[in-house]
């Protein structure tokens, strides 16, 4: 029956070998009463409309209580699709009512006499008369967008461009529409990329996602090679003024390159062999070529660098993520890393140690309460954590389910044209989910709470890293607060041994593609395998192989990133605490649009391709007991 709610008010029975599986699902208030009190809550006033309020609220909260008794059960239940079902559909049930909850507020608030009653009992109640109930993350609005008939727009009006058949108030009208709908295809490219990692079995999603991505870069193209065309028409002044373009803006798409046919051919056969990738590695295909996949992408990718006119792929790449260190630099390092004896034997005397805490904090079971009360505090950290976590709670753009049907990775992005940003985080019930969101929630400060008189005019993916993995290492100061100091602790040398993996994972796997994008050698797999063997003789007995990192499929030339922002972020926690905390607030006033070297000077911290900061992080890892 449509709109009728069935909700899992009572937890089910957990699940031993010897259970029988057994499904209990109760009708609750939430389908009728809390309607009612939606109800009550707009024909009412003051006092009553107000405890209205806080009944649909209590009921809300009961739900909750469902998804995290959910949660920190887990790992107790025999069948995962069962778990799965439970949990999703206990999810999608609280974020519509909640959404319907908070429209409904906002709705009710702009009354006076409510507002001054509700004013009494809400703290920030303007947040909530003031909300944009149209960035509600479960209520966007989510459809199918033809780029096939976008993209014949596009070239239709940068013909009549060129023909100087076109006024400029037609140029504008055409223009506005066209923007609209590219626009409106890469926010539900970008939306439905989420929930193709939120419901990995559903076909729908890949499938829109295949015909989403051969239509995407293609828009983007023509999309770029029509602002060019208009600049460098008649109509360049007045285009100029009217939207606004700076300088730096000008001069971007001016010198923008427009793909060839064969260029955007190779990048329609790089997505393709992404996606089936994806599509293998989200339903763990054991069956799957995964290293046949990775040297075909690397073939494809170096026939792109080719046409483009780059002497690798790996120039290319370091110019689309905005980096201003040179590939020297990363490969100096990578190779100081590989070749320190010291970080080798730190690393073994660790890994031992997180042999025998692993099953401990596996067994930590945690909830989605738990993890917003480590978010909680951060605030000790960033004085922007508590308006960034108000928002994740309230717009309901996250997503922590320890459901084993999503995407394995974590991640956060942007999934409109208006900047709002989802956090996803591939999570489990147990300790090891904390450091995770940690390192996520650090993106999203980064992301949505610089100083806007601070912004520059690029993307920096190293200093994007910094936010992240800072962030992580400077809560090892406070999650005894959460956990018993014991569980704390081995948490903390846990993240230890997370750095030191890091350290050489992160470069092994960036002198392999260092390797393989810089060769002139017809690449075969067993070359790859032969070079990536001798690259990680550290690590050998730990098992670790490529075809295991989802960045070198998806994100070429990614991982570097995370061993050069984890060495400022390990200065950090070396440092003093409230040195570091106000170091760390510096580099997120800065966003993502600024230098990474920049940043790094301007919060005092010290190049990390200078050999002294490594020497000096081993040296107190070495203090660490």
């Not at 449509?2 to 899992?8: A, D, E, M, S, V």
């Not at 887990?74 to 429209?103: P, V």
């Not at 992408?297 to 370091?318: C, D, P, Q, T």
Request: with cysteine; net charge negative; glycine share 4%.
């Amino acid at each position: 029956m449509k709109n009728k709610l069935i909700l899992l008010f009572t937890i089910l029975p957990l699940l031993t070998l010897g259970s029988c599986i057994k499904q209990e699902t109760i009708q609750t208030k939430i389908d009728g009463d809390f309607k009612n009190q939606l109800s009550a809550m707009k024909k009412k006033k003051g006092e009553e409309s107000y405890q209205a309020y806080l009944k649909a609220n209590q009921y809300l909260d009961e739900l909750y209580q469902t998804i995290d008794e959910l949660m920190k059960n887990a790992s107790n239940y025999i069948s995962k699709s069962e778990f799965n079902k439970l949990s999703k559909d206990a999810n999608n049930s609280y974020w519509e009512n909640h959404d319907n909850l908070i429209i409904t507020l906002k709705e009710v608030l702009q009354n006076k006499d409510n507002y001054q009653y509700y004013a009494k009992n809400i703290k920030d109640i303007d947040y909530y008369r003031d909300f944009d109930t149209t960035k509600l993350f479960h209520s966007a609005n989510y459809q199918s967008i033809d780029g096939e008939i976008i993209d014949q727009d596009l070239q239709s009006l940068i013909k009549k461009i060129k023909d100087n058949s076109i006024s400029y108030d037609n140029l504008r009208i055409d223009f506005k529409k066209i923007d609209q709908s590219v626009s409106s295809l890469i926010d539900n490219y970008k939306l439905n990329s989420i929930y193709q990692d939120l419901y990995v079995e559903e076909k729908i999603y890949t499938d829109t996602n295949d015909k989403y991505s051969s239509n995407y870069q293609k828009c983007k193209n023509s999309y770029e090679e029509l602002i060019k065309t208009i600049l460098n028409s008649q109509f360049k002044d007045q285009f100029i003024k009217d939207y606004h373009m700076t300088n730096e803006q000008v001069a971007s798409y001016i010198n923008k390159e427009i793909y060839s046919d064969e260029v955007l051919a190779l990048f329609e056969q790089e997505t393709n062999i992404e996606n089936e990738f994806s599509s293998k590695f989200n339903n763990s295909d054991k069956n799957y070529n995964y290293k046949e996949n990775y040297l075909s992408l690397v073939n494809v990718r170096r026939n792109i660098a080719i046409k483009l006119g780059y002497s690798n792929y790996l120039e290319y790449v370091w110019s689309d993520y905005g980096r201003d260190y040179s590939i020297e630099d990363a490969k100096m390092l990578t190779n100081n890393i590989l070749g320190n004896k010291d970080i080798e034997m730190l690393y073994e005397k660790f890994a031992s140690l997180s042999s025998i805490y692993y099953q401990s904090l596996s067994s930590y079971h945690i909830n989605e309460s738990m993890i917003f009360d480590t978010l909680e505090l951060t605030k000790n950290i960033s004085p922007f954590s508590e308006s960034a976590i108000r928002d994740l709670k309230n717009y309901g753009n996250y997503n922590f389910e320890a459901r084993s049907n999503k995407y394995s990775g974590s991640y956060v992005t942007n999934y409109d044209s208006n900047d709002n940003y989802f956090i996803f985080v591939s999570a489990e019930d147990n300790a090891f989910t904390l450091p995770s969101v940690v390192h996520e929630f650090g993106h999203y400060l980064g992301l949505t709470r610089y100083d806007e008189s601070k912004t520059g005019n690029l993307f920096n993916l190293d200093i994007c890293e910094v936010h992240s993995q800072a962030l992580e290492y400077l809560m090892n100061n406070y999650y005894y607060q959460v956990m018993d100091h014991s569980m704390a602790n081995r948490l903390v040398d846990y993240q230890v041994f997370n750095a030191l993996w890091t350290f050489l994972s992160g470069s092994a796997v960036a002198e392999l593609e260092y390797y393989v994008y810089t060769t002139t050698d017809n690449l075969t797999v067993e070359q790859i395998d032969k070079e990536f063997s001798s690259i990680i003789e550290p690590l050998k007995k730990y098992g670790f192989n490529y075809q295991e990192i989802p960045h070198i499929f998806i994100s070429p030339g990614y991982y570097i990133s995370y061993v050069v922002s984890i060495l400022p972020a390990l200065q950090l926690w070396s440092m003093d605490l409230n040195l570091a905390i106000n170091a760390y607030n510096i580099i997120i006033s800065y966003g993502e649009s600024n230098g990474f070297s920049y940043v790094l000077d301007k919060a005092g911290l010290i190049s990390p391709f200078k050999e002294e900061v490594l020497r000096g992080i081993v040296e107190k890892i070495k203090q660490i007991q």
